[in-house]
């Protein structure tokens, strides 16, 4: 399967990007999907999960409130709409897939090596 995360740019403070993870060669709507990001010289940081229903989501807590993942199946697509963008925000964000299908409740979805798939990643830069 190959993810193509794309919606990436340049944005000022406060602004909005929605990035959006299309996959291909395979159907994604049996995976958990999750959003990752990272920044220069940083290890790479969880984002946001949504599960394969689309049902369920997590997010970090640093995007909580201003960020929103979302899935069309139908489309094999996953969506990230980021608001009230901040510095902090500036990374280079990936999507993942995962087929592992249990709740969210133990925070599985925050460790990279949980996701079999990975996108390129799409560069997202907010200038102050």
């Known amino acids: 399967v190959q993810l193509q995360a794309s919606g990436g740019g340049l944005v000022q403070a406060g602004g909005s990007l929605r990035l959006s993870c299309t996959a291909s060669?395979?159907?994604?709507?049996?995976?958990?999907m999750g959003w990752f990001r990272q920044a220069p010289g940083k290890e790479r940081q969880f984002v946001a999960h949504?599960?394969?229903?689309?049902?369920?989501?997590a997010y970090a807590d640093s995007v909580k409130g201003r960020f929103t993942i979302s899935r069309d199946n139908f489309k094999n697509t996953v969506y990230l709409q980021m608001n009230s963008l901040q510095s902090e925000d500036t990374a280079l964000y990936y999507c993942?897939?995962?087929?592992?299908?249990?709740?969210?409740?133990?925070?599985?979805?925050?460790?990279?090596?949980?996701?079999?798939?990975w996108g390129q990643g799409t560069l997202v830069t907010v200038s102050s």
């Open positions: 060669g395979r159907t994604i709507s049996n995976d958990g």
């Open positions: 949504i599960n394969w229903t689309g049902g369920n989501t």
């Open positions: 993942a897939a995962s087929t592992k299908r249990v709740p969210l409740g133990s925070r599985w979805y925050a460790q990279p090596n949980e996701y079999l798939y």
